[in-house]
């Protein structure tokens, strides 16, 4: 079947599982386990005879230990900029030594590492790509990773968590740093040690992990299907599941392997086995492929009876509940209507007696960009079930091009419409030499009062451009604000217009 068919199969939120391979094919700053090693090698020495010496005795039955070559390069670079306090390695050392005086003892080779892998630049070439994947996050309940690196958690804006956080966690809207983060180099597993102690007491993540592989169809990417830690993970699973139930059949189906092909564009998903050991085999699904759009979108139109924005914030709710943190009030009511704004409210029974609407028109207006961006159309569906009134701020168009079946888009861009000419109605353009709203700011001769006018003249007559006035908007700390809301509605107007619709002309 294709990957469209295999992800409408899906009846839970999928969870990824994130290689080393998904960080390569995104970011320009990146490496596989044996590059990094190799590279810091190299800058430590000049030279790669040392690590191919490293290599060469950790090299047994057929296979390199990189977690052999790390413990070996470690001690190496710890000792050498020990001898060598200042040169090419002085920043290390400088931190190195300020940690220390804090009684905070790091390992100089993983500062190296948290300084090598902590700035990235996303590749140009897969700009499109990356808009498709902020996308899927709307639909995904949580990220595995072995990776270190910060991509997908400022990509899906995903809580991090590391080491022990993992147990005490909310599952939906995290990404579980299984090998450590760059953030937390003291917990970055990369030698042998590391990895000794992470095996020890790995036991109770094992199990938390577990309830996401038995419960969630799991996406596997940046991997290939020699990867050791699929044979693993697989090999957890059917350890605490039997191979011959229907737990396990519902398990394997729902485990899909994204393995890189350099130019294919195949959608199709087969059946691949996967040897355990020399008496076990596991039958998974796996798409060999380039095309990691089809597979982005596929995952973005995905629609399950419950969004995984409304399980992550039920669980936000039910967590402080359970934390007894502040003044929490829990009600049990047939009156929905009897219940005051500020308590919380986690509503179970008919859909007769309860009404329930994830985002106020102020919430949609404040996520504005992370909605667009998302592209998520579903949430956008209960546009049809707010009113908006005529003298409401609410940015309409980019959200009918994303839910064109709304019912009321004519009138409430007409309410939009008619809002923007009101705010420049009897304003005279002024500060003609700003073009950027910094400019405006820092302009001494504009008083504060009149900033907001000031930029939105500027957006108005095509001075500061709709990039400028998107980045202030998306920092600007109030998005309550009228002058927010206002400036939102000029920007959406501004971006999203039919090319032959102009009020202001």
């Known amino acids: 079947m294709n990957i469209n068919e295999f992800v409408n199969n899906f009846s839970n939120h999928p969870v990824l599982f994130i290689g080393t391979g998904f960080s390569l094919r995104y970011l320009e700053d990146s490496y596989t386990w044996d590059g990094l090693l190799s590279f810091i090698a190299k800058e430590l020495k000049g030279n790669d005879e040392f690590y191919l010496d490293l290599k060469s005795h950790n090299y047994h039955n ?14 190496e670079f710890n000792k050498d900029l020990m001898k060598y306090r200042d040169g090419q390695f002085k920043k290390i050392n400088d931190e190195f030594y300020e940690n220390m005086k804090k009684n905070i003892n790091l390992s100089r080779f993983k500062i190296y590492i948290k300084q090598l892998l902590s700035s990235y630049r996303l590749k140009d ?39 022990n956080e993992i147990l005490l966690s909310n599952p939906y809207g995290s990404v579980y740093k299984v090998h450590g983060c760059v953030n937390h180099p003291e917990k970055i597993i990369i030698t042998q040690d590391d990895y000794k102690s992470f095996d020890e007491r790995y036991e109770l993540i094992r199990a938390q992990l577990l309830s996401l592989f038995i419960h969630n169809p799991i996406i596997f990417l940046g991997y290939s299907v020699s990867d050791e830690n699929i044979k693993k993970i697989l090999k957890t699973i059917f350890t605490y599941v039997d191979p011959n139930t229907s737990e396990a059949e519902k398990i394997r189906k729902n485990f899909l392997l994204v393995e890189y092909e350099k130019g294919s564009n195949n959608t199709q998903v087969t059946d691949h086995d996967i040897d355990l050991n020399s008496s076990s085999t596991i039958r998974i699904n796996k798409i060999k492929t380039d095309n990691f759009i089809e597979i982005y979108k596929s995952l973005a139109e995905l629609i399950l009876p419950v969004s995984a924005m409304d399980i992550r914030k039920v669980q936000n709710i039910v967590k402080e509940i359970y934390s007894g943190e502040g003044s929490i009030e829990v ?27 994830f985002h106020t028109s102020s919430e949609m207006m ?57 705010i420049f109605k009897n304003e005279v353009d002024f500060g003609e030499q700003h073009e950027t709203i910094n400019e405006v700011f820092n302009d001494p001769s504009i008083p504060q009062s009149r900033k907001t006018i000031a930029i939105a003249l500027g957006m108005k007559n095509n001075r500061i451009s709709n990039e400028d006035a998107k980045e202030y908007l998306i920092t600007l700390g109030n998005k309550k604000s009228t002058d927010y809301r206002k400036l939102l509605c000029l920007y959406d107007y501004k971006k999203y217009k039919e090319p032959h619709e102009d009020i202001f002309n």
Do not use: C
């Open 62 to 75: 057929g296979e390199f230990d990189f977690s052999g070559i790390a413990t070996e390069l470690e001690y």
């Open 125 to 163: 070439e897969k700009y499109e790509e990356i808009l498709e994947l902020k996308k899927v996050r709307k639909n995904i309940g949580s990220v595995i990773t072995t990776n270190y690196d910060t991509f997908i958690e400022r990509i899906f804006k995903f809580d991090p968590l590391i080491g």
């Open 331 to 357: 009600s049990i009511t047939e009156d929905m209507d009897s219940l005051k704004n500020r308590e919380k409210v986690l509503a179970i029974g008919s859909l007769k007696s309860i009404k329930y609407e």
């Open 366 to 422: 404040e996520n504005y960009f992370k909605i667009v961006e998302e592209s998520n159309h579903q949430l956008l569906e209960l546009i049809d079930k707010l009113k908006i009134q005529k003298n409401q701020y609410f940015p309409i168009y980019a959200f009918s091009q994303i839910q064109p079946q709304l019912k009321d888009i004519n009138r409430l861009k007409d309410i939009q419409k008619n809002k923007l000419k009101n």
